[in-house]
């Protein structure tokens, strides 16, 4: 077999996968079909696009499963956590980024790297010889697609996905929405004021609500089906499963004041995070959407304060495959019938940019090592890592098998510690302690 490791796919996981690998000395070709061949979601031909959100959701590594999936990626030295650092947004509690800087940061440092050459072209059969590494994710091309299938002798499973709207921050009415993050969380006066705000009484919601139920969406395909993941479902699916289903999901009131009404507790609020460093344009969060163009419009202007709303991209539909991971992948994610190739990212069935990235960590370090002629200890299952591979690769049950984002049931429980909601901040700490002593174990083997 020749020594150098080939990655399909320039996003999160494709990105962090050759930034690892290289810097473990193998020659890296990233082979990168964009712009060449285009997607319905990605703008650019740049590596590590985001497409749906620029948030990496929650930063806190003692209380969250996945802060605690940034520090590990951190420790490794990642690719992806330290260029989102240097394009931070504030976000509260939460990591966000410049999205349009932060791809172009990580295309350059790949680019700088002596032993990664990049290759824009589409690769749409399974190579019988060589180290392959495939991270095309939830948008691979249907040629690839047909031989993932035609080799794996199962369907690919597919759910769909929605992006949600982003609007121009000087459209938006002030005199009516306010800046604050959910009960004023963060460390700077910035932190404290990422989200905009905009409320909603009872009868506006309710109005909302008839519209949006009405409004003409996206359809489907014949043959296709809408099986939905539950973390990105869109807005008119939520409302679909009972009226009040939005009011407690991404429209919840609750750790927020109005300063121009501050005796008056909104029914609903709408929140906007900023999605560029500029500060002039925001995504409305969690309004992922099917509603066709003229219907997003009409409906989202009856939000208060976006009457006058002026859109830089609408919300949009698109599938996603995934393959049924705990059949086909072996505990080094490799194909179980082919095990020069291994799989990384969103196509391996993890949910997210950070799960799509730091299965890509794993996957280049594993490739590497096997390139290197290395032994590598299991992932340990007790770190944010592990408890994702584990899942995916054997954990989860085939039969029902769905995208999932990291979390803390999928770690092993610590002894004597109480359960419920009342011992969850003990519960957490120790979980999140336990795992990074556990990855500072494993990444001792590359010192």
């Known amino acids: 077999m020749t020594k150098t490791l080939h990655i399909v796919g320039g996003g999160m996981a494709g990105s962090e996968a050759a930034w690892q690998a290289a810097h473990m000395g193998v020659d890296v070709v990233l082979h990168e079909m964009r712009p060449k061949v285009e997607t319905f979601a990605h703008q650019t031909g740049n590596l590590g696009e985001m497409v749906c959100s620029n948030s990496f959701r929650s930063d806190d590594d003692e209380q969250n499963a996945v802060g605690l999936l940034h520090w590990e990626m951190r420790a490794a030295n990642g690719l992806i956590m330290s260029t989102a650092e240097q394009h931070r947004l504030p976000a509260g509690g939460a990591l966000a980024v410049d999205r349009e800087p932060f791809a172009e940061t990580v295309t350059a440092r790949l680019k700088a790297l002596p032993n990664v050459t990049v290759s824009y072209e589409e690769i749409t059969d399974l190579p019988t010889d060589g180290h392959w590494i495939f991270a095309t994710g939830p948008l691979t091309s249907a040629s690839l697609g047909q031989a993932i299938q035609q080799e794996t002798g199962a369907e690919a499973l597919a759910f769909f996905d929605a992006i949600a709207p982003i609007i121009y921050a000087d459209s938006i009415d002030m005199s009516k929405a306010w800046m604050q993050s959910r009960y004023d969380k963060g460390e700077t006066e910035?932190?404290?004021?990422?989200?905009?705000?905009?409320?909603?009484?009872?009868?506006?919601?309710?109005?909302?609500i008839d519209a949006l139920l009405a409004a003409d969406k996206t359809e489907f395909h014949e043959g296709e089906t809408a099986g939905y993941f539950d973390g990105c479902l869109p807005i008119e699916v939520m409302a679909e499963r009972g009226r009040e289903t939005l009011r407690h999901g991404p429209m919840k009131p609750v750790g927020l004041t109005n300063p121009h009404q501050p005796d008056i507790k909104a029914h609903a609020v709408v929140q906007l995070r900023r999605d560029n460093a500029l500060g002039t344009l925001f995504n409305i969060v969690g309004f992922q959407t099917k509603m066709k163009y003229g219907a997003q419009t009409e409906v989202l202007r009856m939000i208060p304060g976006l009457e006058n709303a002026s859109f830089a991209r609408l919300g949009g539909i698109h599938r996603n495959t995934f393959l049924n991971s705990p059949t086909l992948l072996d505990n080094q994610m490799r194909l179980k019938s082919r095990p020069n190739i291994r799989f990384a990212g969103q196509i391996t069935g993890v949910e997210g940019y950070v799960e799509s990235a730091a299965m890509g960590l794993l996957a280049g370090r594993m490739a590497a090592a096997e390139i290197l002629g290395q032994e590598l200890p299991e992932v340990p299952q007790d770190s944010a890592m592990g408890a994702l591979i584990h899942h995916i690769t054997g954990g989860a049950?085939?039969?029902?098998?769905?995208?999932?984002?990291?979390?803390?049931?999928?770690?092993?429980?610590?002894?004597?510690?109480?359960g419920g909601r009342r011992g969850r901040k003990d519960r957490y700490k120790a979980y999140t302690d336990r795992a990074k002593a556990a990855w500072q174990d494993w990444l001792a083997n590359f010192s």
Do not use: H, I, S
Request: hydrophobic share 35%; glycine share 4%; net charge negative.
């Open 190 to 208: 910035e932190e404290r004021t990422a989200y905009l705000n905009c409320p909603m009484d009872k009868d506006q919601y309710e109005a909302f």
């Open 397 to 418: 049950e085939a039969k029902t098998f769905q995208p999932m984002n990291v979390n803390f049931g999928l770690f092993r429980p610590v002894d004597g510690l109480k």
